[in-house]
């Protein structure tokens, strides 16, 4: 039955290249969770084209809009505010889900919110785990960031480590490429790994010099390059497999080493991931056994809430809305937006 105070979040997402769109109510009941994704448009390019994600994104917001309220049952009346990302991502692409957003939120009157695309990764841990509440940290592993993130509360966060070069998604891009596999590389590393042995080759788990909690994996990437041209002119068979299972393995144990690590130093009970690289099989297994063994409780996404989605969006939104968080119709794409920053 409808409660008065029910709040329901239109949610929309265009960062990279996924047009999406969703309906959330009071924070953590998807309604609706529709997504149109570009990636055998980019597959044909070996990545994501820019161009082409935004043109993509003006074909599709109105028809993923209109599915979101069609599948949530509701119609823009019902909603109370329209949420949507605004920054980190690709100009163009961000552009045309807050310039659709904009439209909404002018046109009926509705309170809009900008949302950080971060802070939406990190949400996405709250639909369905009900009972996770901050403080708690939290990795977030995507295409294009690989930040250690201490939440604090809703809307309240600290970096507490990031990359210093490649983002852990863009590493299993680049080797993915590197031994054939196209594009997306993450998901096929993660099925090739299974016929793979991950102690095979040794390659790196890289340190940064003064820092415990930062990461870099354009050493990792060389090596993998380095020991494929190796084997070239040495004329010795590679085994794709056990490369795709030992890169994935140099890449999962710095993650696990590092966050765990970070936990313990900041005293965090609760632990997260977030972001495409979440999705993996193995890394999800790994932060387990981790966790498990540390007496720390585990949070994670499924696959589906881990990669680019509006129900993120929708619940990121929807903290940010009951917190009095509001943007004008001057808000616009933030390509570098940093997280806590407005
Ligand atoms: O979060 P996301 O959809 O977009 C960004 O915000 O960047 O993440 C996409 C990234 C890609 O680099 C993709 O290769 C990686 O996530 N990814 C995976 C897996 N599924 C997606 N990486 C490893 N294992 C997977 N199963
Ligand atoms: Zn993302």
Request: net charge negative.
């Amino acid at each position: 039955m409808e409660k008065r105070e029910d709040v329901r979040i239109l949610a929309i997402e265009s960062s990279c290249d996924e047009t999406a769109a969703s309906v959330v109510q009071n924070g953590r009941q998807v309604l609706s969770n529709i997504i149109s994704s570009q990636i055998d448009l980019h597959t044909l390019y070996g990545g994501v084209v820019p161009e082409i994600a935004s043109r993509k994104h003006i074909e599709k917001m109105n028809q993923v809009i209109e599915e979101a309220l069609k599948e949530a049952g509701v119609t823009l009346e019902d909603i109370t505010a329209i949420a949507v990302t605004y920054g980190p991502g690709l100009v163009g692409a961000l552009l045309v889900g807050v310039s659709a957003a904009k439209a909404i939120a002018f046109a009926t009157g509705k309170p809009l919110v900008g949302v950080h695309h971060i802070e939406g990764h990190i949400s996405a841990n709250y639909i369905e785990n009900k009972q996770l509440e901050p403080p708690f940290a939290c990795l977030v592993v995507s295409g294009g960031h690989t930040h250690l993130v201490m939440v604090k509360d809703y809307g309240e966060y600290e970096i507490i480590g990031c990359t210093r070069d490649d983002a852990a998604g863009e590493a299993f891009d680049k080797v993915a490429r590197a031994i054939g596999l196209g594009y997306p590389g993450g998901p096929k590393i993660d099925r090739l790994s299974r016929d793979g042995n991950p102690d095979a080759v040794k390659f790196p788990r890289a340190k940064v010099d003064g820092s415990d909690y930062d990461f870099s994996f354009s050493g990792l990437k060389s090596a993998v390059l380095n020991y494929l041209n190796s084997c070239e002119m040495k004329g010795i068979p590679v085994n794709n497999a056990d490369v795709a299972a030992s890169f994935q393995k140099a890449v999962i144990d710095v993650l696990v080493e590092h966050s765990l690590h970070a936990v313990k130093e900041y005293g965090f009970e609760k632990f997260a991931i977030a972001g495409g690289v979440a999705s993996n099989s193995s890394l999800r297994a790994a932060f387990e056994t981790a966790c498990k063994n540390q007496k720390i409780a585990f949070f994670h996404p499924s696959p589906i809430f881990c990669t680019d989605n509006a129900a993120m969006i929708g619940v990121a939104g929807y903290y940010e809305y009951i917190k009095g968080t509001r943007s004008g119709y001057d808000l616009n794409a933030i390509p570098n937006l940093r997280l806590g920053e407005r």
